[in-house]
């Protein structure tokens, strides 16, 4: 009795691969259907995604094709693989923009991207995505219960991009005088993530590099130029000190303006 219950897992899973292969030779695209759904009730998606992929366009025009294009997309996400499920979605909501399934379509394309980002150092082009897709659900659905969320992955992402742009302005003032005036790239780097991000968490790291990047230049200046570029150091500095009075980095700031100060007197 013992040995015949450990055989019923076993005839089990012989019997649900033997009739996915049965789906697999079938041309019967109700039958496949029929069993896409159920594989994906089951959690099988990649069974599911796989019979989908073979029926979704013959299924296009009938009553099953627009919930066809959708589980496919869902498929691909609940098996995170989320780039696949941003392209079919995106397909879904473009052939259906008023569809059955559309916000829901718009609002997994973003997360996916969103659950695909890669770290800060590596290409951001997921991450650019999903604040592109997230955004358009939130124009499209702003009473969606769902807003809530995407706004706050959208937050989390742009701070994210605003992590790389100071990491690369960072990089910039690290090298220096090294083959060229990177002190000047930091700066640039700096303001324009500024612009860009204006409520980054991440503003008075970018306000302390500036204001440290147009030190290093005033102090390797020409002897011509040094006055002028010390007394925009200071302009730097109060900017940096009204705008974060309470900052840690208090005597690092008041030290590079006593010697802005005095320079630029000279």
Request: glycine share 4%; proline share 3%.
């Given at each position: 009795?013992?040995?015949?219950?450990?055989?019923?897992?076993?005839?089990?899973?012989?019997?649900?691969?033997?009739?996915?292969?049965k789906?697999?030779?079938?041309?019967?695209?109700?039958?496949?259907?029929?069993?896409a759904?159920?594989a994906?009730?089951?959690?099988?998606?990649?069974?599911?995604?796989?019979?989908?992929?073979?029926?979704?366009?013959?299924?296009?025009?009938?009553?099953n094709?627009?919930?066809?294009?959708?589980?496919?997309?869902?498929?691909?996400?609940?098996?995170?693989?989320?780039?696949?499920?941003g392209?079919y979605?995106?397909?879904?909501?473009?052939?259906?923009?008023?569809?059955?399934?559309?916000?829901?379509?718009?609002?997994?394309?973003?997360?996916?991207?969103?659950l695909?980002?890669?770290?800060?150092?590596?290409?951001?082009?997921?991450?650019?995505?999903?604040?592109?897709?997230?955004?358009?659900?939130?124009?499209?659905?702003?009473?969606?219960?769902?807003?809530?969320?995407?706004?706050?992955?959208?937050?989390?992402?742009?701070?994210?991009?605003?992590?790389?742009?100071l990491?690369?302005?960072?990089?910039?003032?690290?090298?220096?005088?090294?083959?060229?005036?990177?002190?000047?790239?930091?700066?640039?780097?700096?303001?324009?993530a500024?612009?860009?991000?204006?409520?980054?968490k991440?503003?008075?790291?970018?306000?302390?590099?500036?204001?440290?990047?147009?030190?290093?230049?005033?102090?390797l200046?020409?002897?011509?130029?040094?006055?002028?570029?010390?007394?925009?150091?200071?302009?730097?500095?109060?900017?940096?000190?009204?705008?974060?009075?309470?900052?840690?980095?208090?005597?690092?700031?008041?030290?590079?303006?006593?010697?802005?100060?005095?320079?630029?007197?000279?």
């Amino acid at each position: 009795m013992r040995k015949f219950l450990y055989f019923i897992p076993l005839l089990l899973i012989l019997s649900s691969c033997g009739e996915y292969n049965k789906v697999l030779k079938s041309k019967d695209v109700d039958y496949r259907f029929d069993y896409a759904k159920r594989a994906f009730d089951e959690r099988k998606f990649a069974q599911a995604a796989t019979v989908l992929e073979t029926i979704y366009t013959p299924l296009r025009g009938t009553a099953n094709g627009e919930e066809a294009l959708f589980l496919l997309a869902m498929s691909y996400f609940e098996n995170k693989d989320y780039l696949n499920s941003g392209l079919y979605f995106k397909t879904y909501y473009s052939r259906y923009p008023r569809g059955k399934f559309t916000e829901l379509a718009r609002f997994y394309s973003g997360y996916g991207y969103y659950l695909d980002s890669p770290d800060p150092q590596l290409d951001q082009e997921p991450t650019r995505k999903a604040i592109e897709e997230l955004q358009g659900f939130i124009d499209f659905y702003p009473e969606s219960d769902r807003v809530s969320i995407a706004q706050n992955a959208i937050f989390e992402m742009q701070d994210k991009l605003t992590l790389k742009e100071l990491q690369n302005a960072q990089l910039y003032y690290n090298l220096g005088n090294f083959m060229g005036n990177n002190y000047e790239a930091a700066i640039i780097t700096a303001q324009n993530a500024l612009k860009d991000y204006p409520y980054s968490k991440y503003r008075e790291d970018f306000e302390l590099l500036i204001l440290k990047s147009k030190y290093q230049e005033a102090r390797l200046s020409v002897e011509e130029k040094r006055a002028e570029r010390y007394r925009d150091v200071i302009d730097e500095y109060y900017s940096y000190t009204n705008n974060f009075p309470d900052t840690k980095n208090r005597r690092e700031a008041d030290n590079i303006y006593e010697i802005a100060r005095r320079h630029a007197q000279e």
